[in-house]
């Protein structure tokens, strides 16, 4: 399959996301933790989440799994570091409405996760770029238990 250069240059943001993880790492109380599980292949992200004022203080993550899991929580939690908690659904939703066979282009909003746009001709592989996301919501929903949805 030959790539065209926006192609040649998402591979590079992915390959270097996966080679050096920022916030890669597990937080200590009162962060809360969120989990989540590809069943079909064991892969794994662990995301931890201190949220401050509705705000997300701070926000790692750890696990096991393929190049675009893992690039997917180093970029995810690049984005939403200091961001509100309530813009994270509106990211959430942009970016898998972006993955869907026809979805739109992702917007610039989703920052380096913009890299995986390619994903969506790869369906199976969907599942491994929101993996991140899953982590991250319940995450939050524990720092929160009355967040608004
Ligand atoms: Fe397992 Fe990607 S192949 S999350």
């Known amino acids: 399959m030959a790539a ?9 943001v992915i390959r270097d996301h996966f080679r050096r993880p920022r916030n890669r790492g597990p ?11 590809n069943p079909f292949c064991g892969d794994t992200v662990r995301i931890w989440a201190r949220v401050e004022g509705g705000r997300i203080a701070e926000v790692t993550f750890d696990g096991r799994g393929c190049s675009i899991s893992q690039a997917a929580a180093s970029m995810l939690t690049t984005l939403v570091k200091g ?22 282009t992702l917007p610039s909003e989703l920052g380096d996760l913009r890299a995986l746009a390619g ?31």
Do not use: Y
Not at 28 to 37: E, L, M, R
Not at 83 to 104: C, I, Q, S, Y
């Open 4 to 12: 065209n250069s926006g192609d040649e240059l998402h591979q590079a």
């Open 119 to 149: 994903v969506k001709r790869f369906p199976s592989r969907v599942r491994c770029a929101v993996l991140p996301f899953d982590a991250l919501d319940e995450a939050l929903a524990r720092s929160q238990p009355n967040r608004e949805e």
């Open 83 to 104: 961001k509100r908690v309530a813009a994270v659904d509106n990211l959430r939703h942009a970016f898998t409405d972006g993955l869907a066979p026809d979805g739109p």
């Open 27 to 37: 937080l200590t109380a009162p962060a809360t933790s969120g989990h989540a599980h």
